[in-house]
């Protein structure tokens, strides 16, 4: 029998603790009144009011981010209406009736397709995280965000469904010396990344649907360029073309934002694919343990690079680690949920994540990151978050 | 290179169909306005019209069925908002502070949980399909419902996060000569029932979310029984009661009700295991092809047995069979999408899917069903269902 298991049982027979306690509370009353009839579209109880979050750096509600309320979330697959949100100049509203993909540049059959078109082509679906690669940047800032949403709510994770890329650039015929494509929005902004063709010739996806239904508007509807493990920015939304060059057209996605300051002064720049990263989501910042005794330790674990492998749970600030259960099905770069009974004796406790991947590797801690990295960046942070269980039952940020 | 791929390409570098007619369109506009802001709870695009559709059988929205528009889904997970539903006194609104679960009976240790109790104790998390007995009984009935959402869409597919069950009956302590379980909504019609106990012990949970989020109303909010692969009306939505005693209770809903009418004039009762069944949703009826050439077709089979080993596509009314594609991960009790590409060349053709489980079962047809079954079934119906489409596009209901 697992710790876990163990404790909970001791928990309900020794009569300790809220559980015995409950044994004198009534059934619950039975409704009397006729419910709500059938809808064509449900929403949700009015109970339930979890929502996104605006980032801190929010200065404008339409250039603007928002997060996941990860400590509200179960499992791996993310509500749509929960997705994080990054946007340049806001959602735009289009028709998919009048909407276009134009593929053009190096190639000997330059094309423009229309939603239609799109799918009626071959479709596949994947289930794959989406990350900005300014989440958790909290780590490299002197005051931390207090939560897990407001720390680490920049990732999400859904069943994205649409056409591989590289079909469409079999067909359009990508010409001799061509090495990269620039990836177009069709927001105000006119978004635009530098997309190496070797990713957007493996598993690149044309996407047209998430969980079950065509995009919502803040990831893209109608089209979105998917790059499964990629930074999230790369993951060009409202796709309107796709020009194959033979070089990066160091936008200033790529140049101003989201490259990374290096301690020598120099900066990573296509830091693109997302490194492994996991958090606790519960216990979390800004949560409080109602009282002692057993609580499920969980959470979320992700790698751009594969799998994820094992992960590892601390409840001693790093003294010792524990293997958590990981829930099936565990699936290449996609939210892996994991799991760990703990019993809190009422102390001062602090907790964190650690990951490892099918490459071997394993999410440093903080000083492991700024030994190589610094402290001068502002993006790609996936170090070791902790979180402190005070003995009143508080929840705040810690570093290991 | 397979005979999807191979039509697809042929189709695009001859300059056939609308593809090639694509080539001379102007890319799509850039917007110039800015858009929407972030929000807290996003919503779809309002080009985005699918909605859940009212059972024929439905005489007031309160005891009513809707279903699941299967034509306008894609991969595995339905969106929450469009989960079939099926209620027999309205979807009652519950205050989950409010909310308890009984159980009680023939055990050492009765209990009562709150919500919050059972959301500390060890969860699980499961891609389960969920699908009502009387899903597809228009295969029994001489005029066929037209539509795939009319005929299939009493089946959706979630990821369900909750407790064990086995767990909360091992501290009760189950006493000796127990062997089924009684299960009670919170709704006015107190929907009951009986429920062998090794499915209780099994695999059975208690559900408290669905999709990353709390349960919605219609499914049960804030709790449901969940039988992974068992028909609909087991898994006992608004759940407030379990009790456990050592018969079946013969409840209106195992007597009046879900139990399948002989030859012999004697009735299939308990029959709670949902066979392989598989459907076309794409294309299917009611929708018209634009033009002749590629097309993929599409569709999604499951078993409450396991998993889905193998579906079968015939293209010319099932003189020939050919494998399609199942789209990872393929899980147990879940829905799996399967895919096939179909040069379609104009003529009438009639399609249809045919699957096979990791039991060795294989879907029957309209002939084979009615030869063990007879004519006189409401539930349970699970053969065959085809598609057939005609020289002008237009798709309708047919039985191979």
């Known amino acids: 029998m697992n710790p876990a298991r163990r404790a909970f049982l001791r928990l309900l027979a020794l009569g300790s603790g809220a559980l015995a306690a409950c044994r004198a509370k009534a059934p619950a009353p039975v409704q009397s009144l006729l419910g709500a009839p059938i809808s064509p579209y449900g929403e949700r109880s009015p ?3 979890s929502a996104r979050q605006t980032f801190e750096s929010t200065r404008t509600p339409e250039q603007a981010a928002s997060l996941t309320p990860l400590a ?7 509500p749509s209406s929960l ?3 990054r946007h340049h100049s806001g959602v735009p509203k289009i028709d998919p009736a009048q909407h276009r993909l134009l593929i053009h540049g190096m190639v000997n059959r330059p094309l423009i397709l229309t939603m239609e078109e799109l799918q009626r082509l071959p479709s596949m679906s994947r289930i794959h995280f989406l990350e900005c690669s300014g989440n958790s940047n909290t780590g490299w800032r002197p005051t931390p965000r207090p939560t897990v949403q407001a720390a680490h709510g920049l990732t999400s994770c859904s069943e994205w469904t649409g056409v591989k890329l590289s079909l469409l650039l079999d067909e359009v015929g990508v010409q001799p010396g061509a090495s990269w494509i620039l990836a177009e ?3 105000p902004a006119k978004m635009t990344r530098s997309i190496p063709l070797a990713k957007a010739m493996d598993d690149a996806m044309l996407a047209y649907a998430q969980n079950g239904e065509p995009l919502r508007p803040e990831q893209g509807f109608p089209l979105r360029l998917f790059l499964p493990g990629w930074e999230g920015n790369s993951n060009v939304k409202w796709l309107r073309r796709l020009k194959i060059v ?3 057209y160091m936008t200033r996605e790529e140049t101003s934002k989201y490259t990374d300051l290096m301690p020598d002064g120099r900066a990573r720049q296509f830091t693109l694919v997302m490194d492994a990263k996991s958090v606790v989501t519960h216990p979390s910042g800004g949560r409080r343990l109602a009282a002692a005794g057993f609580h499920e330790i969980t959470g979320i674990a992700w790698t751009g690079r594969g799998r994820v492998t094992r992960v590892e749970v601390t409840t001693n600030g790093g003294a010792t680690w524990q293997d958590a259960v990981l829930q099936d099905p565990v699936l290449p770069r ?3 949920r994991f799991r760990l009974g ?3 004796n009422g102390s001062d406790a602090t907790i964190a994540s650690r990951v490892t991947d099918d ?3 394993v999410q440093p801690t903080r000083a492991e990151l700024v030994a190589i990295r610094g402290v001068n960046s502002n993006y790609h942070n996936n170090m070791i978050q902790a979180w402190k269980v005070n003995h009143d039952g508080t929840v705040e940020y810690a570093v290991l």
């Open 185 to 187: 929005g069709g927001d």
């Open 334 to 336: 996609a939210h892996t």
């Open 359 to 361: 490459t071997g590797y």
């Open 47 to 49: 109970f339930v009011q």
């Open 246 to 248: 033979d070089q990066p």
């Open 83 to 85: 997705h994080f949100e």
């Open 72 to 78: 509200d979330t179960y499992g791996i697959i993310t």
């Open 342 to 344: 703990w019993e809190w």
